[in-house]
Nanobody, 125 residues
Framework: QVQLVESGGGLVQPGGSLRLSCLAS????????IGWFRQAPGKEREGVSC????????TYADSVKGRFTISKDNAKKLVYLQMSSLKPEDTAVYYC??????????????????WGQGTQVTVSS
């Protein structure tokens, strides 16, 4: 059974850092590309970053470029989202999900499935 579990969220001050983790089970990370998405209260879920199944390609939303870094450890079946220089507008529930793409990845919400339960990130002083 394909399953993703997010962790690492919490409360952080503006300018701080957090690292989110997405643990995969039921499949290996060379099968699917993985995306990170977020949803703030009253807003639509938006794509944040994704990494291809080979790890050779990554994509970032303009709002997080230069601040967030996605990576993965195939042996540990973990996908990370390192978040730095956090802003209050980064506050959201963060989700990871899978997408079946042979090459690359995208931040198109509708392409993804096997969503995790989410982890809350709150950026506030």
């Amino acid at each position: 059974q394909v399953q993703l579990v997010e962790s690492g969220g919490g409360l952080v001050q503006p300018g701080g850092s957090l690292r989110l983790s997405c643990l995969a089970s039921g499949f290996t990370l060379d099968v699917y590309a993985i995306g990170w998405f977020r949803q703030a209260p009253g807003k639509e879920r938006e794509g944040v970053s994704c990494i291809s199944r080979t790890g050779g390609s990554t994509t970032y939303a303009d709002s997080v470029k230069g601040r967030f870094t996605i990576s993965k450890d195939n042996a540990k079946k973990l996908v990370y989202l390192q978040m730095s220089s956090l802003k209050p507008e980064d506050t959201a529930v963060y989700y990871c999900a899978t997408v079946s793409r042979l090459l690359g990845c995208s931040l198109v919400n509708s392409e993804y499935k096997n969503w995790g339960q989410g982890t809350q990130v709150t950026v506030s002083s």
